[in-house]
């Protein structure tokens, strides 16, 4: 499971997570201060690496769609 993790307030500490099974959580990217993430889709490859795709906004910006790679 992939999800967005942040302090208290738009912006503060945001950070995309991962969940697997049996856990624990852990850091997967770090976004600078007034960046904030609104949902994320994971895409299971066929070489066994994971793509999670995630909209972001720069606090007043435009979202925009990324995508981190992951092992």
Known sequence: ???????????LSVKLMSYPVGGPANSVLAF???????????LDRADGTTSVFYDADGC????????????
């Open 60 to 71: 007043g910006g435009d979202p925009d769609i990324y995508e981190v790679n992951l092992p």
């Open 32 to 42: 600078p201060r007034g960046v904030d993430l609104y949902t994320t889709y994971a």
């Open 1 to 11: 499971m992939y999800y967005a993790r942040s302090g208290w307030g738009r912006g």
